[in-house]
C-alpha cells in the first residue's frame, strides 16, 4: 500500500500583535468555511485501497511556527514506508521543501507535489518567519522524487511567479499550471488523482 502524506498549509506572522489583527480582520462568508471540506477531505475516497492516505494537523496552523511543525513532523517519520507520496498545499509546501532540503529521511520519497506553495515572500504581505527557505534546494532535489509544482495563474494568495523560483531552485521539478483554479481549495482533485496514480 502506498503512504501518502498530506501537509495542509498554514499563516505565520512576525508578532503576536499581526496575529491578533489577522483574527480580528479576517472575513468569513458563509458557514462552508468552517467546515473545511476540499480535495484533502476526500482523496483517500477518491484514491481507493490502494493508498493510505495520512493527513496530520500541523500544530497552531493560524500561527504557524517552523520549529513547532518539525517536532510533530518528525513524529510521523518512523511511521513512514519507503515510496511515500509527499503532499505539501500552501505553506505546508514551504515546509516539505525547507525541511527536505536540511534533513535526509530515512525513507525513500517516491514524489514530492508543491501546491501553491510560496518561495519566498517577496509581493506578499505576509512574511514567511521561519519557514524561509535555505539558499540551496539540492537535497530536496536529490531525495524529493519526482517533483511536481503546481500552481493556478489566478491564485489570490500567492504569486503565480513563486511558481518558476520553485523551477529555478528545482530544474528537474515538473511545472504544472492551471487557470481558474485559485489557491487549490476546491472539492475535486482529478489533475492530482491522475499525477498521483502515474507515479510507479
Do not use: C
Not at 53 to 80: C, G, S, T
Not at 125 to 146: C, H, I, R, T, Y
Amino acid at each position: 500500500m502506498r503512504q501518502i502524506v498530506i501537509i495542509h498549509g498554514g499563516d505565520n506572522f512576525e508578532t503576536y500583535e499581526e496575529y491578533v489583527s489577522f483574527l480580528k480582520n479576517f472575513k468569513i462568508d458563509s458557514i462552508e468555511y468552517f467546515k473545511g471540506k476540499d480535495w484533502k477531505a476526500t482523496l483517500q475516497e477518491r484514491l481507493g485501497s490502494g493508498y493510505e492516505v495520512i493527513a496530520p494537523r500541523m500544530p497552531n496552523a493560524l500561527n504557524a511556527r517552523y520549529a513547532e511543525w518539525k517536532i510533530w513532523f518528525e513524529k510521523l517519520i518512523p511511521f513512514l514506508t519507503d515510496g511515500v507520496i509527499l503532499i505539501g498545499h500552501s505553506l505546508g509546501g514551504t515546509f516539505l521543501a525547507k525541511y527536505l532540503s536540511e534533513k535526509k529521511l530515512p525513507v525513500t520519497i517516491a514524489a514530492t507535489f508543491l501546491l501553491g506553495a510560496p518561495f519566498d515572500d517577496e509581493g506578499s504581505d505576509e512574511s514567511l518567519v521561519d519557514f524561509a527557505l535555505p539558499q540551496s534546494l539540492s537535497l530536496f532535489g536529490e531525495q524529493g522524487g519526482k517533483i511536481f509544482v503546481y500552481h493556478s495563474a489566478d491564485d489570490p494568495v500567492v504569486d503565480y511567479f513563486q511558481q518558476r523560483k520553485f523551477l529555478k531552485a528545482l530544474p528537474h521539478a515538473l511545472p504544472i499550471t492551471f487557470d481558474g483554479r485559485g489557491h487549490f481549495r476546491q472539492e475535486e482533485f482529478p489533475e492530482l488523482i491522475k499525477d498521483i496514480r502515474s507515479i510507479e
